[in-house]
């Protein structure tokens, strides 16, 4: 999409060319809201991967199948897919600000309920129902810290911003892999649980102290628009190859401990190690990758290039893996983490900025109820496929899904028409 004709974000923030003329200044009180966005979307993604991280424990220590395992593993997922387009329409109805404070209060309280259930209940029901609970809860932030961001940042800084953003899912996810097993292994499973607790906790202060709304109230911008998932099929396409795209990037996120752990001997802490290598150099991929779209007026291209480049590295890992190498596939793994998150900044800024103010947060609800609904469904079946077939396998079959995002991508003309169409609606 060429970003220089965006509908002006979530917020209204202003326009201009991206990638022309000199970068927009940015004021500290936006940086600040960056920063909380950052760490409070960091441990809410924390709080949602505990139980996948806790599948070694579970599997070795209690004797669960991985299938089983990773029903729980898919638990806080499903409770985001239910919730997410939800916490959108409120975020559109009433701010980001009361949408945040709620919505971790709520998540707080949740993870409370399965820190008891862990304690005080035998088997997995009311655990697996908790977990469902908040993640639910959690997702309050996903949409709400999206429209935040690009409220509070002009378009040409803004694929820079929200590239920053996305960061707070491998900082989550480096997080965990490095803290829950030892957490488990020490405290069980309501240590592990209750660690992302206290991070929701110190999020939710740092938001009543910090956050603030954009310039044009939420509720005004939505008293009125016209419906962008009825100009075109720009965003459904732009949802599919997100949803494609994020199955790479949770197999490797959710199993890459248990590949390297019952697949090559390696130890948790050096497996948790890796994993957190790979996610945090992500995080610096997704950086990249915005400021890449900026400086090329473009959300849409580096998509496509990023989708060959991960199906490419997942045959590469999946190779590495049958010929039972595991240095070489240690970094090959690295690397295919590294790029299959790269897309998941430029995805989200374009859907803001194409659905406009007034619809953005039930668009990035939508956005994410599709790639979290494929999270929510990924690990039983995957499980049971690396169970069947090993991880190498399932690394291939898992290459075709960024092969056949590739033609999904949005042309720049489309995504552009229906960008200035839901502008002009806007007004």
Known sequence: MAIGSGSGGAGGAGSGAGGAGAPTRIAPRSWAMLAVMVFGQASTTLVTATPAFLIPYLHAELGMSLASAGVLAGAPHFGLVLTLIAWGALTDRFGERRVLI??????????????????????????????????????????????????????????????????????????????????????????????????????????????????????????????????????????????????????????????????????????????????????GGRVVAGVWSDRAGSRLRPIRLIALACAVLLVISAAFGWADWALPAAVAYVLVSCVSVADNGLAFTAVAEIAGPKWSGRALGTQNTGQFLASSLLPPAVGALIAVAGVPATLAAVAIAPLLAVPLVPSEREAHATATRTARAAR
């Open 102 to 283: 709620t919505g971790l209060s709520l998540t707080t309280l949740a993870i409370a309920l399965s820190v008891c259930a862990a304690i005080y209940t035998s088997g997995v029901v009311w655990l697996g129902l908790a977990l469902v609970a908040s993640g639910a809860m959690s997702a309050c932030i996903n949409n709400a810290s999206g429209r935040l961001i690009a409220g509070w940042f002009p378009v040409d800084r803004r694929g820079l911003a929200m590239g920053i953003r996305q960061t707070c899912q491998p900082v989550g996810m480096a997080v965990a892999a490095v803290t829950i097993p030892a957490l488990a292994n020490s405290f069980g499973i309501a240590g592990a649980l209750a660690f992302g607790g206290l991070l929701t906790l110190v999020s939710l202060v740092a938001c009543a102290v910090v956050v603030a709304d954009p310039s044009i109230p939420a509720k005004t911008l939505a008293a009125a628009s016209s419906n962008p998932y009825r100009e075109s099929w720009t965003l459904a396409r732009i949802h599919a190859v997100s949803v494609l795209l994020v199955v790479p990037q949770f197999v490797l996120s959710s199993f890459g401990l248990v590949w390297f752990v019952l697949g090559f001997g390696w130890s948790e802490l050096a497996a948790g190690a890796l994993v957190a290598a790979a996610q945090l150099i992500g995080a």
